[in-house]
C-alpha cells in the first residue's frame, strides 16, 4: 500500500511573514490528518520560518531545487547538506520551470538526486511533457527518456528512496488539469519504466504524484485512480484553507 503524499510547491510566492501566516492556518487544518505525508516547499530564504511554524507537526519542509556539490564557490547554489541541516527532508528536483528556465537537463536531474539521497533528503523528481510533445503522440517516449536519462542512472538502493511526479507541462498554472485518465496513464508509463529499470516490486513500491491545475475540486477524482499516489500542487497550495482542503481530500 502506497502513503499518498500531498505536495505544494510555492514557486517564488511569499515572505517570511506570509509563510508563517500560512501556517497559523494551515497546522490546525491537518494537525488530525493521518496516513499522508504532508510536505511544502518554500523559497529558500523561508525555509527557517516554514520549519519554525511545523515544529512538532505531520507536516514535512522541502527545498525546491539543490546544487550537487556539497560547498564550494558556487554562488548562488544552496548544497543538499545545508538543507538538510536547516530543517528540510525533502527536496523538488528537475521541476519543469527550472528545466525550462534555467537550464535542467536529466544528467543534472540524476547528479541532484544523488546528493539529494546522500545528504538524507527524499527527493521528488519531476517528468512530463510539453504540449506540442503531447500532440505529436510522444508522451510516452518523453517520459521513458526523462527516467532513462535521469533516475534510471540510480542504484535499486538509491532509486528506494525516490519519488516521481508526472507533470505535463501544458497543464502546470494554466488551469488545464490532464484528466484522471490521461494521468493515470502517464503513471502507467512511468511504472512500466521503473519496472523495466529496477523490478517489479520497485514499481509496486514507488510513489508517482501528479501535477499540474491541481485543485481542492479536482483532488477526489485524481486521487481514485489507484496509480495516482498524490500530488504536487502550485498556485493551490499558497492558500492555507485550499490547500488544506486538497490534502484532506
Ligand atoms: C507546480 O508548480 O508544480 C504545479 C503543478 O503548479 P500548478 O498547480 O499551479 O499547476
Not at 535542467?104 to 510539453?130: F, Q
Request: proline letters at 4%.
Amino acid at each position: 500500500m502506497r502513503k499518498p503524499l500531498m505536495a505544494g510547491n510555492w514557486k517564488m510566492y511569499k515572505n517570511a511573514g506570509e509563510t508563517a501566516a500560512f501556517f497559523d492556518t494551515f497546522r490546525p487544518a491537518v494537525e488530525k490528518t493521518a496516513g499522508r505525508d504532508i510536505v511544502l516547499c518554500p523559497v529558500f530564504v523561508n525555509i527557517p520560518a516554514a520549519v519554525a511554524a511545523t515544529a512538532g507537526s505531520n507536516i514535512g519542509i522541502g527545498g525546491q531545487n539543490l546544487y550537487w556539490v556539497r560547498e564550494g564557490a558556487f554562488t548562488g547554489e544552496v548544497a543538499a547538506p545545508m538543507l538538510k541541516a536547516a530543517g528540510c527532508s525533502w527536496v523538488l528536483v528537475g521541476h519543469s520551470e527550472r528545466r525550462q528556465y534555467f537550464g535542467e537537463t536529466d544528467e543534472s536531474v540524476l547528479k541532484k538526486t544523488v546528493a539529494a539521497l546522500e545528504a538524507g533528503l527524499n527527493p521528488i523528481v519531476c517528468v512530463g511533457e510539453r504540449l506540442q510533445e503531447r500532440e505529436a503522440g510522444e508522451t510516452a517516449a518523453v517520459l521513458q527518456s526523462q527516467f532513462t536519462g535521469g533516475i534510471a542512472g540510480l542504484t535499486p538502493q538509491q532509486f528506494a528512496g525516490v519519488v516521481i511526479a508526472y507533470e505535463p507541462v501544458w497543464a502546470i498554472g494554466t488551469g488545464k488539469t490532464a484528466t484522471p485518465e490521461i494521468a493515470s496513464d502517464a503513471h502507467k508509463v512511468i511504472r512500466q519504466a521503473v519496472a523495466a529499470a529496477f523490478g517489479a516490486e520497485a514499481a509496486s513500491a514507488v510513489r508517482i504524484l501528479y501535477g499540474g491545475s491541481v485543485k481542492p475540486d479536482n483532488t477526489a477524482t485524481l486521487m481514485a485512480k489507484e496509480d495516482i499516489d498524490g500530488v504536487l500542487v502550485g498556485g493551490a497550495s499558497l492558500d492555507p484553507k485550499s490547500f488544506a482542503a486538497i490534502v484532506n481530500y
